[in-house]
């Protein structure tokens, strides 16, 4: 069974631009979640969404955006880039029938903003 | 205060021995409580859950959930280096209502080293 799959895995932008970041989740997982994760912040959440429909979301600026597509695919944007924007974005994906809180983490995209 | 707060160690405890991790949480609402480990380079990983009072043990893994204290524990029994890793405490929120469940929030992981 394939895991999580992100694309890209490495990226570097410069500020001021903009990024969309990819994430396949496993096969009959409905719902993805995604994280940024940063030495200093640790792991925090960014959104959740399931059936295409956002859930939740985390405490970050509008500049940060998300969609979920039918077949459950998800992407993240992040515009008008900044230096604090680097990180690791990592998407996680879960089964909705069971609320165990498994979440099956990607391998993650670095973003190096320059 | 944080809402999900660990020491970050790093702990370091010889092979063998028994390791314990602590975490607290801000939100009385929180419904429950997850243990991640995350490998240098790697993604977290699931461990233990634990939505009751009490204790909850797998294998040589044993979390433990005190609502009253908003305190969860894991311990981790005979101690061996490939337990070498950060672990990271996770708590669900109350849920936001309608198909919603609470969201997610981890701690900033406490660091462990088993040494031989």
């Known amino acids: 069974k394939a895991g999580v799959t992100q694309t890209p895995r490495y990226l570097i932008k410069t500020r001021g631009q903009q990024v969309t970041l990819s994430c396949s989740p496993i096969?009959?997982?409905?719902?993805v979640s995604w994280y940024q994760q940063t030495p200093g912040q640790g792991l925090q959440f960014l959104f959740e969404?399931?059936?295409?429909?956002?859930?939740n979301k985390g405490n970050f600026p509008g500049r940060f955006s998300g969609r979920q597509f039918s077949n459950s695919r998800s992407e993240m944007n992040v515009s008008t880039l900044e230096l604090g924007d680097s990180a690791l974005y990592l998407c996680a994906s879960h089964r909705s029938s069971t609320n165990t809180g498994e979440l099956f983490f990607g391998e993650g995209s670095r973003l190096t903003v320059l | 205060q944080k809402e999900v707060e660990q020491n970050s160690g790093p702990l370091s405890v010889p092979e063998g021995a028994i390791a314990s991790l602590n975490c607290t949480y801000s939100d009385r609402g929180s419904q429950s409580f997850f243990w991640y480990r995350q490998y240098s380079g790697k993604s977290p990983e699931l461990i233990m859950f634990?939505?009751?009072?009490g204790d909850k043990e797998d294998g040589r893994f044993t979390a433990q959930l005190n609502k009253a204290s908003q305190y969860v524990s894991l311990l981790i029994r005979d101690s061996q280096p490939s337990d070498s890793a950060t672990y990271l405490c996770?708590?669900?929120?109350?849920?936001?209502?309608?198909?919603?469940?609470?969201?997610?929030?981890f701690g900033q992981g406490t660091i462990l080293t088993v040494h031989p």
């Open positions: 634990i939505y009751s009072n």
């Open positions: 996770v708590n669900r929120g109350p849920n936001a209502g309608g198909t919603s469940y609470g969201k997610l929030t």
């Open positions: 969404y399931f059936s295409e429909t956002q859930r």
């Open positions: 096969s009959g997982h409905r719902s």
